[in-house]
């Protein structure tokens, strides 16, 4: 599941005992249409047949609306269905049917090439991981291997896959992805016909189940009555009462305060003598709010139990060091996994205005990773504030029932930060809570962050987001950005700079350019020039158009200073890296302006597959942005890039 993939405790419901008929036909509905184009990319590029593959993925979703009263209750229904379109569609595929393929083109080819040269278990462990989006230990579990086992298969496959297709590891999910162009002419029969069928399977099992029960009861003898006719039962069955009281409720998880890190452990992950346990409490006075991005009290606002615990470092009063660690206890793992994921967005997209117009972040995200090994799901952000120069180190995970954060703030820089230590310290809060009745998975103790592209934030997953954007030194003010709108001929002009250059709008080649959007960012309430801000536009071209638009953006800021020589422009390269898939240049411009006066510009292309953007930020004396800042922001737009839809050549 794809991030997004975040679901919100607090605006969900304890779901009723009884669903009935319509709601599950509407969630199937509903599921069918979302997923079916998913299943349907991952089982193609597992078995290259794209005839198998639809047969495959059709024929799973007619068992999974058989079975649909307990699938839709799965956290991830799409967890059940795959690997039974998947083990349907190996049995079924010849080898290398994409040989005898006439209308796939060489690319396409290429991958499948690559793929196939995979054993099943490493080409199942990459599809997971890329397409599926799973964890490490989901991925570990759907191909039955310890997460250890499964990470050094994933790490093979990656690797062979990317040295077959020369292209980097990163460049993986962009290779796979293209993969959609050939199964985007795929049909799918209506909903109805799947339920159909579905529904059929079920009464052609009831009835044969039926018959095999009465067989083998009559057989065994097991159907007895006594002479009035009524079945006897055993001395010692209750038989209950009409009326007597209801069943009970389900049992209440256990949360002790005993299962929070002690001190101890906490100066040897963190390391430290200085550290000293603050307070500890169920959270339940003041605000509640004690993280950093922190918008309510509790992830799960209807879970069991709760406690934060605070620590602090004095030992350096000039750099003093902050720890706090929160746990929840969910009442089931569906609600635990929602709590995982609530917990894991505030701190993705902290939040931003998309989501909640009375917040304005004030705090970057600087990196995300996975936790390979601790508990059942886990992921570490670096995070700094911007007025406060404060770094925080915050790790997620869950363990069962569990959710448990710990975070640490510290005036060290974000490049620096403590991630190891922090990724100990989850590890030990992890191994002390799995210990409980109802937890799921331990930790290694000495977790190594893997770094991963951010989790969706804001309306425009494939563009930059407030909370994306560097702090400017000295503080002008929160970031704000307008909302994305469509780049027209006559807004050409959002995002201009002293350089001719081509833009995302109309077409590019005689090619349209699709999807092209723009956004700028400002400083809210700043005492500023009206053009100082940043603008990011992007667009999708077909691949070679794509490439063809980096070419010649790059062509024209190599030959702006010449074009430019009566008002002196300066451009020196930041960064220049890729010519293929993916791609980013930046560079930082100086235009000499009449007065003595000098703009500055920091300027950015980039793109992943079939789509580019352009960044532009035009500074000010009082709003000048570092090099690094700006090429760290490209190199995340180029990350942000890769969920921009592709080019639709229909």
């Known amino acids: 599941m794809t991030v997004d993939d975040q679901a919100n405790p607090s605006a969900e419901h304890p779901r009723p005992a009884y669903v009935s008929s319509a709601?599950?036909?509407?969630?199937?509905?509903?599921?069918?249409?979302d997923a079916r184009e998913r299943l349907l990319l991952q089982t193609f590029a597992l078995t290259g047949d794209l005839a198998v593959a639809r047969s495959a993925v059709r024929e799973a979703f007619v068992v999974a609306w058989h079975h649909w009263r307990k699938v839709e209750r799965l956290p991830e229904p799409e967890s059940a269905v795959r690997p039974?379109?998947?083990?349907?569609?190996?049995?079924?595929a010849s080898t290398r049917p994409w040989h005898r393929k006439k209308?796939?083109?060489?690319?396409?080819?290429?991958?499948?090439?690559?793929?196939?040269?995979?054993?099943?278990?490493?080409?199942?462990?990459?599809?997971?991981?890329?397409?599926?989006?799973?964890?490490?230990?989901?991925?570990?579990?759907?191909?039955?291997?310890?997460?250890?086992?499964?990470?050094?298969?994933?790490?093979?496959?990656?690797?062979h896959f990317a040295t077959a297709l020369e292209i980097p590891t990163s460049a993986i999910p962009l290779a796979l992805n293209a993969l959609a162009d050939a199964t985007r002419s795929v049909t799918w029969p209506r909903v109805t016909i799947i339920r159909r069928a579905g529904a059929a399977r079920r009464r052609t099992h009831t009835v044969i189940g039926a018959a095999a029960a009465v067989v083998a009861l009559v057989a065994g003898g097991a159907v007895a009555t006594d002479s009035t006719g009524v079945r006897p039962t055993l001395?010692?069955?209750?038989?209950?009462?009409?009326?007597?009281?209801?069943?009970?409720?389900?049992?209440?998880?256990?949360?002790?305060?005993?299962?929070?890190?002690?001190?101890?452990?906490?100066?040897?992950?963190?390391?430290?003598?200085?550290?000293?346990?603050?307070?500890?409490?169920?959270?339940?006075?003041?605000?509640?709010?004690?993280?950093?991005?922190?918008?309510?009290?509790?992830?799960?606002?209807?879970?069991?139990?709760?406690?934060?615990?605070?620590?602090?470092?004095?030992?350096?009063?000039?750099?003093?060091?902050?720890?706090?660690?929160?746990?929840?206890?969910?009442?089931n793992e569906q609600r635990a996994l929602r709590t995982y994921r609530h917990a894991r967005r505030w701190?993705?997209?902290?939040?931003?205005p998309d989501e909640d117009a009375t917040q304005v972040p004030r705090v970057q995200l600087v990196s995300t990773s996975d936790l390979p090994g601790v508990g059942d799901q886990s992921t570490l952000f670096v995070l700094r504030s911007r007025p406060e120069a404060t770094t925080y180190v915050v790790g997620v995970a869950r363990s069962g029932l569990f959710t448990t954060v710990t975070s640490l703030a510290t005036s060290m820089p974000a490049a620096r930060a403590n991630r190891a230590g922090v990724a100990r310290l989850l590890a030990t809060a992890v191994t002390r809570i799995c210990a409980l009745p109802d937890a799921g998975g331990c930790a290694d103790p000495n977790p190594v962050p893997v770094p991963r592209t951010p989790l969706p934030a804001g309306e425009v997953p494939g563009m930059l987001s407030e909370i994306d954007l560097p702090p400017i030194t000295p503080d002008p003010g929160p970031w704000v950005g307008t909302p994305a709108a469509k780049l027209t001929e006559d807004r050409i002009d959002a995002g201009a700079i002293g350089c001719d250059t081509v833009h995302l709008s109309g077409t590019f080649r005689n090619k349209a350019i699709q999807g092209n959007e723009f956004r700028t960012f400002v400083f809210s309430g700043a005492d500023l020039p009206p053009q100082v801000g940043l603008t990011q536009t992007v667009g999708a071209l077909p691949a070679g158009a794509a490439g063809g638009f980096v070419a010649r953006f790059r062509e024209q800021m190599t030959a702006c200073p010449d074009l430019d020589a009566t008002t002196g422009t300066e451009v020196v390269e930041l960064l220049s890296t890729g010519k293929g898939p993916q791609a980013l240049s930046a560079w930082h411009l100086s235009t000499a302006l009449p007065g003595d006066r000098t703009v500055?510009?920091?300027?950015?292309?980039?793109?992943?597959?079939?789509?580019?953007?352009?960044?532009?930020?035009?500074?000010?004396?009082?709003?000048?942005?570092?090099?690094?800042?700006?090429?760290?922001?490209?190199?995340?737009?180029?990350?942000?890039?890769?969920?921009?839809?592709?080019?639709?050549?229909?």
């Open 235 to 331: 001395d010692r069955e209750d038989v209950p009462a009409a009326g007597g009281p209801p069943p009970a409720g389900p049992a209440i998880t256990t949360l002790p305060d005993t299962a929070l890190v002690p001190v101890d452990a906490l100066r040897q992950a963190v390391r430290g003598r200085g550290w000293q346990l603050g307070t500890t409490t169920d959270n339940s006075t003041g605000n509640g709010l004690v993280l950093p991005c922190q918008p309510a009290r509790y992830a799960d606002p209807q879970g069991t139990a709760a406690w934060v615990r605070t620590f602090r470092d004095g030992a350096q009063p000039k750099a003093p060091r902050d720890v706090v660690q929160v746990a929840e206890a969910s009442s």
């Open 347 to 352: 701190f993705a997209t902290c939040p931003s």
């Open 103 to 159: 209308d796939l083109d060489e690319e396409t080819r290429r991958t499948l090439d690559a793929l196939g040269a995979l054993p099943v278990v490493q080409r199942k462990a990459l599809l997971l991981t890329q397409l599926a989006a799973v964890t490490m230990d989901e991925m570990a579990h759907e191909i039955g291997l310890p997460t250890e086992a499964a990470e050094r298969e994933l790490q093979h496959g990656a690797a």
């Open 600 to 650: 500055e510009y920091d300027v950015a292309v980039l793109r992943q597959g079939t789509a580019v953007s352009v960044l532009v930020y035009v500074a000010a004396p009082k709003a000048p942005m570092a090099n690094d800042d700006f090429v760290a922001l490209a190199q995340r737009a180029l990350e942000r890039l890769g969920r921009t839809a592709p080019y639709d050549p229909s």
């Open 84 to 92: 039974d379109a998947w083990r349907k569609a190996l049995r079924r």
């Open 23 to 33: 709601d599950l036909t509407s969630s199937f509905d509903a599921f069918y249409k």
